[in-house]
């Protein structure tokens, strides 16, 4: 990549990395459009290619025997596929793929684990993506667990919401189902309280945020740790994510 390439990057990653880390990086990045449903990587096979998004979203999705799938992993511009060759290993347990389209950097595998071995602050940097991908996780276990449906599509939301330009995106109530594990009629009766309260809008496949705060609120402080923790590891707010308000409802509703 050229120069001028480099000045212009969106990934959060390839931003906070120091000017001779991208410069290390460039030669083997290839811009690349992304396609939905595109995969990027599949459960217990070798990683071959990573990919820095610049625009759209990817997920990381558990499959169980039968077939259906939940997603335990969101990304967009913050963040890059490949985890797993971060951390040293060379596949992953989960399926990735394009949820959204965009466009991306991508670096073969081979060419990453170069680059890797000549900076430590370069792997540092990503040792660090990989750990707020697992703290977000984590947080997503607690609200699949913990809070109600239309909490956990608030959560959602406001995580698409940080990834994408303005304030609305495309989703079908299919996906959305696949995505949250659950059944399409119960998403579809989620969307309807949220729009009740007036925090969003929904209609022919499009969300509009209208109320970040509201929806904030109705995620019982499951969405906000991992962002803050994005922020403190990487050193880039995430989007258009900020601290919980101090007068937030308590992680965990009494039982």
Sequence with gaps: MTNQNISTFKNHLLCAL????????????????????????????????????????????????GGSTVEVGLFGRDGMTGTSLVQG?????????????????RISADNLHEAMSQSAALTELLMHYARTLGIQTTYTALANGQIKLEERLARWILMVHDRVNGDSFYVTHEF??????????????????????HFIKSQRGEILVQDRTGLMHLCQGTYGPAEIEYERLIGIPLGKSKPVPNDAAPLIRPA
């Design 18 to 65: 120091a000017p001779e880390d991208r410069r290390l990086l460039a030669p083997s990045l290839e811009r690349m459009q992304l396609n939905l449903r595109q995969s990027l990587e599949k459960a217990h096979q070798p990683i071959n290619f990573v990919y820095f998004f610049e625009a759209g979203l990817g997920s990381v999705v558990a499959s169980k025997e």
């Design 176 to 197: 959305l189902a696949m995505m949250l594990g659950v059944r399409r009629p119960g998403v579809t009766v989620a969307l309807q309280i949220l729009e009740a309260k």
């Design 89 to 105: 290993d060379t596949e992953s347990p989960f399926d990735c793929f394009v949820q959204m389209g965009g466009s991306a950097l």
